[in-house]
């Protein structure tokens, strides 16, 4: 029994590093949060000044919840997306949806073995076919208004707190407590690399339950229908659209 749980705690952790490998981009050096800012925030600021100045306040915030309908393989894939608990992630990929940047996209990454992981996309690389398969799960989206790839701070809200947690996972802010939102089966959640504010456009779809990112990865919503498209879902298949079909007014630019 003692071996059985060392070997299911080192797949985990093989799991864990291979998600953190496939994120955006591995050699980022730069984050969207770089002055770190967190959930409690100085407190010889005011809560408007922090607003006002962090790298935060030009992010797209969806200020409640949406519906995005995915197609893939000829089907239908429906997310609720959260920004109730992820306002900043949820915004950011309804705003991403809302773009079109997810139409065409392939799904670069799918991992089954030895036990279902995810379904990962979202890579803007992807809609070129000439770009390897080797190369992508190394993009983001570049946003024409700067010219430079958007980047979003790690943001997970401890389930009773009041807000959410940013710039940190819940190990290195020691928080105990379980997240609101949890990675159960249908999950989505966004993939980084090994810099908790290096999230930009790619994706992930959680095939089981896995405990063992929650803290670490920032879920923002989960599939409502649809399910067993995604169980099918090949590496290289493509979203072939995707848009928002209710809530589209609670995202704030």
């Known amino acids: 029994m003692k ?24 050699s980022a050096t730069q984050s969207a949060t770089s002055d770190n800012v967190n959930a409690v925030g100085d407190p010889t600021v ?54 079109g940047v997810y139409d065409g996209v392939a799904f670069h990454r799918v991992v089954r073995e030895p036990q279902p992981f995810v379904v990962q996309g979202g890579d803007p690389q992807s809609k070129n076919p000439k ?19 958007r980047y979003i701070p790690l943001e997970i809200q401890p389930a009773g707190a009041e ?42 779809f959680a095939l089981a339950d896995l405990p063992f990112l929650d803290g670490s990865y920032a879920v923002f919503g989960y599939v409502t229908e649809g399910m067993d498209v995604i169980d099918q879902v090949q590496q290289g298949d493509r979203i072939e659209s995707a848009k928002v079909t209710a809530g589209l007014d609670n995202l704030k630019n």
């Open 131 to 149: 770009v390897p398969m080797a190369q992508l799960g190394t993009g983001g989206f570049i946003d024409p208004a700067t010219s430079q790839e």
């Open 3 to 26: 071996r059985l749980k060392i070997r299911q705690w080192l797949l985990s952790i093989l799991l864990a590093c291979a998600l953190i490998v496939a994120g955006c981009d591995g």
């Open 46 to 99: 005011s809560p408007v000044a922090q607003a006002q100045n962090s790298p935060m306040s030009n992010l797209p915030k969806l200020e409640g919840k949406a519906t995005v309908e995915m197609t893939v393989n000829g089907s239908l894939v429906t997310i609720e997306v959260d920004g109730t608990s992820a306002p900043i992630t949820a915004g950011n990929f309804i705003d991403l949806v809302n773009q």
């Open 163 to 204: 807000q959410p947690l940013y710039s940190q996972t819940f190990d290195e802010a020691r928080i105990k407590a379980q997240p609101k939102l949890k990675h159960s089966r249908g999950a989505v959640a966004m993939a980084r690399s090994r810099l908790p504010d290096s999230a930009s456009s790619q994706f992930y």
